[in-house]
């Protein structure tokens, strides 16, 4: 049975998950789950992730059901045969390196990120209003994670995390989830990264790493970037614009 992969391309670990099997060669079948139109909460797809969250994966024969995107990254980097070593390495002390980066991301970066983007530019094409207070609370905790990649992370002789001269899933990771700036108008998107000049390097290392398969996931964003500069010239976005300021 062919590997399922349920995602939405507007979901960071979905996008990470998507383009680690494309880039591995690994075949698989994409399912939409459309967020923005709630497809998440219906009845069948809580059979296949009780937590009704994307992405997910079948695998096998139908009955191994997998969610979290780090469980599943880590998962198809030791199932899948012709994955390369640097993805996952086989050395116990450089997959725990890798391990704590991935579990540090989830309680700091995305936090950040994702309250910060939804708050301040993503909310009204959910239908949901946008809140500057929490999007400044959400800045602080992202401004801080991009330092903590800047002077921790990438700490090192190699342009990826923990030294490296090749990506893991964690730069994978991180990476699509640091993209999810994009969908900020162009003052904003700047003033969060342009101090943050390894981070920048991560990025285009990693889309280097990893094209075509990069820019096609990534592409959404700039579409929805455009309709989100639409909504705001016609007027029909509410709530100011915060001055500063999925798994």
Known sequence: MTLKVYADRMSQPSRAVIIFCKVNGIEFEEIKVDLSKRQNLSPEFKEINPMRQVPTIVDGDGRFKLFESHAILIYLACASPGVADHWYP???FKRAKINSVLDWHHSNLRRGAAEFVLNSALAPALGLPLNPQAAAEAEKILSASLGMIESFWLKGNG???????????????????IMQLEVLDEEDRNRILSPHKKV??????????TRP??????????KVKARLRELRVAGTMTGDKPSSTTE
């Not at 920048?200 to 790493?209: G, P, V």
């Not at 398969?213 to 700039?222: G, N, P, R, S, W």
Request: glycine share 2%; proline share 5%; with cysteine.
């Open 200 to 209: 920048l390097q991560l990025i285009e290392e990693t889309r280097n790493a």
């Open 90 to 92: 086989a050395d116990l």
């Open 159 to 177: 342009p990826f995390l923990l030294g490296s001269s090749q990506p893991s899933i964690a730069d994978l990771s991180l990476v699509c989830e």
């Open 213 to 222: 398969h990069f820019d096609e996931l990534h592409a959404i964003l700039y």
